[in-house]
């Protein structure tokens, strides 16, 4: 049973940093395509941050974060982390990590992962 847990979240002046950690439960990290970490506004859809593939060679993110953040894993520790420098209040949302086996699908639309977190907090005051 494949479960996701996010930790990491909370409030920082703008300008500052977090570290999203998402706990992967049920198999490798290694074995999915594909993680990634989504955000959702109130009264906005949820979006794609970024991304990483199974090899870890690839990663993706979206333009308002490129420089900022930095998707990471640990296989040791089955884990997918979110390093978020520079923060803007624009960042504040509900963040959530996600993951999906089959090989074809897209990183940043979230009807291409399957599996997903319960989603944390991150609010960036200015």
């Known amino acids: 049973q494949v479960q996701l847990v996010e930790s990491g979240g909370g409030s920082v002046q703008a300008g500052g940093s977090l570290r999203l950690s998402c706990a992967v439960f049920g198999y490798a990290v290694t074995i999915y395509s594909r993680l990634g970490w989504f955000r959702q506004a109130p009264g906005k859809e949820r979006e794609g941050v970024a991304a990483?593939?199974?090899?870890?060679?690839?990663?993706y993110y979206a333009d308002s974060v490129k420089g900022r953040f930095t998707i990471s894993r640990d296989n040791a520790k089955n884990t997918l982390y979110l390093q978020m420098n520079s923060l803007k209040p624009d960042d504040t949302a509900m963040y959530y990590c996600a993951a999906d086996f089959r090989p074809l699908g897209s990183w940043f639309q979230p009807q291409d992962y399957n599996y997903w977190g319960q989603g944390i907090q991150v609010t960036v005051s200015s």
């Open positions: 990483i593939y199974r090899g870890g060679d690839y990663t």
